[in-house]
């Protein structure tokens, strides 16, 4: 690795998915304020995570598609064919 450019602070930290509560431990240089007693009784910094390998849907096989403000409905109407 070159020298100089890598943060220094790397430290175990417990990623929790917050869709549905899988948790596991890693090692980053992501601060936190929030800390977990994890399974091994130490106590860790918690960093929260919107999606992880367990709920998205390219991991998970489950095809599950998430509308947000009918952004699909803007691409059809903006997209579609003019009948006339």
Do not use: C, Q
Not at 10 to 22: A, I, P, Q
Not at 55 to 75: C, E, M, W
């Amino acid at each position: 690795m070159k020298k100089g450019i890598h943060p220094n602070n790397y430290r175990f930290v417990v990623f929790k998915d917050m869709s549905n509560g899988y948790s596991f431990l890693s090692r980053s240089g992501a601060s936190s304020r929030e800390t977990i007693k994890w399974e091994d009784g130490n106590e860790y910094p918690l960093i929260k995570l919107e999606i992880s390998n367990t709920s998205h849907p390219f991991f998970t096989g489950k095809n599950v598609l998430v509308d947000t403000a009918g952004r699909i409905d803007k691409f059809k109407k903006r997209y579609e064919k003019k009948t006339k």
